[in-house]
C-alpha cells in the first residue's frame, strides 16, 4: 500500500450539515451515564471527555478514571480456612507478574468479562523495566515506559491486557504499540490537558497512564479501529489520490450518512468535534467505545443502542458481530 502522506495535516472537506439540534434532545438517553450528553447535565456527567485537535490526533481529557471490573466481580479461590474471594484485579495483576518472569511463556489472563487468554510477556533486554512485547492470543503489539516513568508496570498491563483482549481478535491488529509517559498532554480545545491520544497505531498515554481505564482505551481503539476500516478496501488509485487530496476521516464507509440518518451524536463531545472539525472522527470512537459496553451490558442494553444509533448499530455489528449472550 502506497504510503499516505498528507494523514495529519489537511482541512477536512465537504462535511454535511449538522443534525437539527431540536431533534438530537427528542432523543431518549443510553441509560446511565447518558451517552448521548445533550442536555448540559449529561455533559457535566458524561465519562467521556473526547475531543480532537488538530494535527489528527484523538484526545482524552484528563478526567476520573473508573476501574474496568464488571459489577465488582470476586472469584472464589479455596484456601486453608476454606473459600476465599480475591479481587480479579489482583489475580490479573499476578498473572502480568508470572508472564513477565516467564520470559515469553504463555499464562492464562482471565479478563474482566470472565473469559480467559493466553497472554506472554517478552521484557526486551537492556531496556531495563522499560520496553515489553505483549501477545494475546495471536496478536502482538509493543508497551514502551518512556522518560523515567514511574508508572506501575504490572497494574497498567493488566489493565491494558484486559481491556485489549476485550476486543474482536480480527480487529487486534489495529493497535501495535502502546506508550507511557510522565509529560502531560497536549492542551485540548477547552483548555484542559489530554489523558491520552491515537494514531498511526500508536495509543499514548499521558500522566504516568494514570488516566488509563477501560473507557479511554476502547475509545482510542476505536481510533485506530476506525482508521483499518476507513483502509480496509483502499487500492492503489485511491492511495495515491489521497497522497494529494489527503486522508479521509478515519470512520467507516457510510458512517458520515449514518450519524446524519440517526439524527444524534454518540457525545456531546463528539457534537462539538463535528462543529469544530466538520467531521464524524469522534462520533465513531465514542460509537465504539457505547457499543463494547452495550455488548458487557447484554441483550437490554444492546437493544437500548440499536434504538439509540439505529443506522450506526448496523455499521458496528457488521464490523463486529455481537457474540451470542445467555
Not at 478526567?63 to 473459600?83: I, N, V, W
Not at 490479573?92 to 504463555?106: C, F, S, Y
Not at 508508572?151 to 489493565?159: H, M, P, T, V
Not at 457534537?271 to 457505547?290: I, P, Q, V
Amino acid at each position: 500500500m502506497l504510503t499516505k502522506l498528507q494523514s495529519r495535516l489537511r482541512q477536512f472537506t465537504s462535511v454535511a450539515p449538522p443534525p437539527p439540534k431540536s431533534q438530537l434532545q427528542a432523543q431518549k438517553g443510553l441509560g446511565k451515564p447518558g451517552p448521548d450528553a445533550m442536555s448540559t447535565p449529561q455533559l457535566t456527567e458524561s465519562r467521556n471527555p473526547a475531543l480532537r485537535t488538530l494535527g489528527g490526533d484523538s484526545l482524552f481529557e484528563t478526567t476520573r478514571s473508573r476501574a474496568g471490573e464488571k459489577a465488582g466481580q470476586l472469584f472464589q479461590m479455596r484456601g486453608p480456612g476454606g473459600l476465599e474471594k480475591q479481587d480479579p484485579a489482583e489475580l490479573r495483576e499476578q498473572a502480568v507478574e508470572e508472564a513477565i518472569a516467564g520470559k515469553g511463556k504463555p499464562v492464562d489472563f482471565v479478563n474482566s468479562d470472565g473469559k480467559t487468554e493466553q497472554v506472554a510477556i517478552f521484557q526486551v533486554p537492556f531496556a531495563g523495566e522499560d520496553t515489553y512485547f505483549v501477545r494475546v492470543g495471536d496478536e502482538t503489539f509493543q508497551v514502551e515506559f518512556q522518560g523515567g516513568t514511574d508508572a506501575d508496570r504490572e497494574a497498567f498491563l493488566a489493565q491494558v491486557i484486559d481491556s485489549y483482549s476485550e476486543t474482536p481478535p480480527e480487529l487486534r491488529s489495529s493497535l501495535q504499540k502502546v506508550v507511557v509517559t510522565p509529560d502531560q498532554g497536549p492542551e485540548t480545545a477547552t483548555g484542559n490537558r489530554a489523558a491520552a491520544t491515537a494514531g498511526d497505531g500508536t495509543i499514548t498515554f499521558y500522566d504516568d497512564g494514570r488516566h488509563l481505564s477501560e473507557d479511554i482505551f476502547h475509545h482510542e481503539l476505536g481510533h485506530l479501529i476506525g482508521r483499518q476500516q476507513e483502509e480496509k478496501d483502499d487500492g492503489f488509485w485511491t492511495d495515491l489520490g489521497e497522497v494529494f487530496t489527503g486522508e479521509p476521516p478515519p470512520v467507516p464507509d457510510g458512517w458520515d450518512e449514518a450519524a446524519m440518518e440517526d439524527e444524534n451524536f454518540t457525545s456531546g463531545y463528539a457534537e462539538t468535534d463535528y462543529k469544530r472539525d466538520g467531521n464524524y472522527t469522534e462520533d465513531f470512537a465514542e460509537a465504539w467505545k457505547l457499543y463494547m459496553a452495550a455488548i458487557d451490558g447484554g441483550p437490554e442494553k444492546l437493544a437500548e443502542f440499536r434504538e439509540m444509533y439505529p443506522e450506526r448499530a448496523e455499521i458496528l455489528e457488521d464490523i463486529y458481530p455481537p457474540p451470542e449472550q445467555d
